[in-house]
């Protein structure tokens, strides 16, 4: 049998106290020096060239703007370049139901990176993206689903539900034209 005289056995764990407390003072030390400096530099918690809070809002009142035009009520919903949901309305008298077809609408386009009218077009019986709407949780494949695009980068969708294919898609298509001009009309105030 081995037998290893270590520190730690019998009746040497005294002599180890003052090495102890000298590890766990510099321990604290570094734990409470290192933290100081972790928090000193602002922590980023917005992707630089996600979609902002104000053009969300600017592409929310542009899509109302439409929706009202056309007398209604829909249900709105923009997400992020990662899909999350950004900012939402439902308008009053707008179909309970279209609360979820709107955010999924909406997740759908980011999702695959075109209106969702494109991606019902290769999802019909015999075409080679048929059944893909029940992946994901759900997917929503007929029009109302646009890109928000800012300087050819995808930034986010938006989903829109509540009328018929045909209003939902030129709501969200007025929601998304918001955005390409506000971005538009930026670059020329420089």
Known sequence: M??????????NLAALEPFMRA???????????????????????????DLTLEEAQTILTAALHKAKSIGIPMNIALVDAGGNLKIFAREDGAFLGSIDI????????????MPTSELGTSAQPGK?????????????IFGGGELLERDGV?????GVSGGSVMDD??????????????STSFKKSF
Do not use: M, Y
């Open 102 to 113: 709107a955010k999924k609408k909406a997740i759908t386009a980011r999702f695959f990176n």
């Open 169 to 182: 898609t030129a709501v969200a298509k007025a929601g998304a034209a918001a955005l390409q001009a506000s």
């Open 23 to 49: 590890l766990i003072l510099s321990l604290t030390l570094v734990l409470i020096l290192g933290l100081g400096t972790a928090h000193s530099a602002p922590v980023k918690t917005h992707l630089p060239g």
């Open 2 to 11: 081995f037998v290893v005289n270590w520190p730690l056995s019998g009746h």
């Open 154 to 158: 995808i930034v986010g969708a938006i």
């Open 128 to 140: 080679e993206l048929f059944g893909i709407e029940a992946t994901n949780d759900g997917l929503v």
